[in-house]
């Protein structure tokens, strides 16, 4: 099975679908003009400056390599916010396209729809200091193709995730209407792209967590920024196949906590130990600290890289989450770093648990 290789694109356009029938589904990007003000300014001024430079005769190398980073700053900002994409999907054709405009040149990538075998949202974050020193965290989103026997292939990244996520629902209802004229479409896994499948427990597990409500979960509906449920979930890599899967763990208010990963065989109601209802309590309590520091959940999408770890926050206000790697995590000493202690402790408990006759 071919995966998809990313690159990174950071992109703001929204997709938009423009034709839809019964046979051809065409969805596309249009540029944003709003966006080239900023890196057009930026180059006149870098060009503004050099000729007011030569005029005056006070051009040094000094100056030169200045606005020489002014202008290839402005040069890329305009590279990237200057590209558009055309994506097809005909029926008819047996082709899923894709026709990229950048400005030096078309680009355009193509592969069998009939040798479709998964498509899916991947995220990428990036993290910012915000005006008060705090930290935020930017979402990107793209589509993603994994196909059979071809080379992979993927589209530019929006930040825009609410027009990706109705992008990728129309490309799955036009997929799955045409399934009966392509059988290799039938039944293929609900993954969610790089090769990370999940199982139907784990699916209704996941949705299970998210729909719990404060009142269920030992918290009330009136206190709209208390945190009453955390998620983590954990990027792995097994190595004997190198395929990817996740472990997520719940915790919330009452003490309640879960073990479940993707591939299935979880654990669920493990409060009743009283270790695991203290460490479940210290968690939401150590969550309720980091709360500052979220950023609003944009895409509920499992981490697709090792060791990429992923809270969420369930407050009745709305749903947050933070992310980071591991390695940058594991300090006793940081409410994260204590978040994750915890989730060990309830780990190990539940792997005991499941590992019973």
């Known amino acids: 099975m071919a995966q998809i290789v990313v690159s990174v694109s950071d992109h703001e356009n929204s997709m938009r679908i423009v034709n839809q029938t019964a046979s051809e589904l065409v969805i596309r990007s249009f540029v944003d003009q709003k966006k080239l003000i900023f890196p057009g300014v930026l180059l006149g001024l870098a060009l503004l400056g050099l000729g007011l430079a030569i005029y005056a005769g006070e051009l040094n190398v000094a100056l030169i390599l200045i606005l020489g980073l002014l202008a290839a700053l402005a040069l890329s900002m305009l590279y990237s916010d200057l590209q558009s994409e055309t994506l097809t999907l005909d029926q008819a054709a047996d082709q899923v396209r894709c026709d990229r405009k950048t400005p030096l040149g078309n680009q355009t990538w193509e592969l069998p729809l009939s040798a479709l075998q998964e498509v899916s949202v991947e995220t990428i974050k990036r993290r910012y200091k915000k005006n008060s020193g705090s930290h935020g965290t930017l979402w990107s989103y793209t589509l993603k193709f994994v196909a059979k026997d071809v080379p992979p292939q993927q589209l530019l990244y929006y930040r825009d995730g609410d027009s990706v996520k109705v992008a990728h629902q129309a490309i799955r209802e036009f997929w799955a209407a045409i399934a009966q004229d392509f059988p290799s479409l039938i039944n293929q896994p609900k993954g969610r792209g790089l090769g990370l499948v999940t199982s139907s427990a784990y699916e209704r597990w996941r949705e299970t967590t998210f729909a719990i409500q404060p009142e ?116 006793p000493e940081k409410p994260l770093g204590q978040i994750l202690g915890q989730f060990s402790l309830i780990r190990r408990f539940a792997e005991q648990v499941r590992d019973q006759p």
């Open 216 to 331: 269920q979960a030992g918290g009330t509906s009136e206190e709209r920024e208390r945190v009453y449920g955390v998620l983590m979930d954990v990027g792995m890599l097994d190595e004997a196949t190198t395929e990817p899967w996740v472990i997520s763990m719940s915790a919330f208010l009452s003490g309640d906590a879960s073990f479940f990963p993707t591939p299935g065989g979880g654990v669920v109601g493990l409060g009743s130990e009283p270790r695991v209802e203290k460490a479940a309590y210290a968690i939401v309590q150590l969550a309720q600290t980091v709360l500052p520091q979220a950023s609003p959940l944009q895409d509920t999408t499992l981490p697709d890289q090792p060791d990429l770890v992923q809270f969420t926050l369930l407050t009745p206000g709305g749903t947050y989450s933070v992310a980071d790697y591991l390695k940058r995590l594991q300090d």
